[in-house]
């Protein structure tokens, strides 16, 4: 039986374009569904060419955390990656799928995580304080932003004349490289 992953994203869905174009052809994994909290995000855009059903959860209704949970067991979701997810995952989510929960951060974490600490915020922050290197952390998710134990991370120069959007196409480049090789190691 293959493995059931749900992804999550807020925005654009790269990550999770990516991840599900990396293992389309292998019996493994299958992506039966894609949550967003934003109804105009463009990761809708994504699933329809992916002809993966997608769904939106407002805020209130994802931060309560019961609709979620009864949709993921519908679909009996064995995992969940979250690929660019912006709100905080309500603690019966994670006790839900305890250590089933993986995010990635653009940034070597601990440093630049937190709340508010996200996207273009974290490439700002990273070129701000004179980074000579930056670039990813996967990791399972608790309770709190950032804080759960780290799977892997992979490094990329900063250079003094980086711009934050430079910074972000060495983050996203290294994303693209590893994270759907990460699922492969940790649940294939
Ligand atoms: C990615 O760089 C991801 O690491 C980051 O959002 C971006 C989403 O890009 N996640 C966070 O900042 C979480 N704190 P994408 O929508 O193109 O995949």
């Known amino acids: 039986m293959p493995i059931k992953i749900a992804l999550f994203a807020s925005g654009s869905g790269s990550n ?3 991840i599900a174009n990396y293992h389309s052809k292998s019996s493994v994994f299958e992506f039966p569904l894609i949550i967003s909290n934003k109804a105009d995000a463009y990761v809708h855009e994504r699933a329809k060419k992916l002809q993966i059903p997608s769904f939106t959860f407002p805020r209130e209704v994802f931060l309560a955390g019961d609709e ?3 949709l993921l067991k519908e679909y009996e979701i064995d995992y969940i990656v979250l690929a660019g997810f912006l709100l905080k995952i309500p603690t019966s989510l994670v006790e839900a799928y305890p250590n089933k929960i993986i995010n990635i951060h653009p940034a070597l974490l601990p440093k630049f995580g937190g709340k508010g600490m996200y996207g273009q ?3 700002q922050a990273v070129a701000d304080a004179g980074e000579i290197e930056s670039g990813i952390t996967i990791h399972y998710v608790n309770g709190n932003y950032d804080e759960g134990n ?3 991370q992979a490094k990329c120069p900063v250079l003094p004349t980086d711009t934050p959007d430079m ?3 060495k983050v996203h480049a290294l994303e693209y490289e590893h994270f759907p090789r990460i699922i492969s190691e940790l649940w294939g």
């Open 16 to 18: 999770a374009e990516n």
């Open 68 to 70: 979620i949970i009864t």
């Open 121 to 123: 915020h974290v490439h």
């Open 150 to 152: 780290i799977i892997f």
């Open 167 to 169: 910074i972000a196409e």
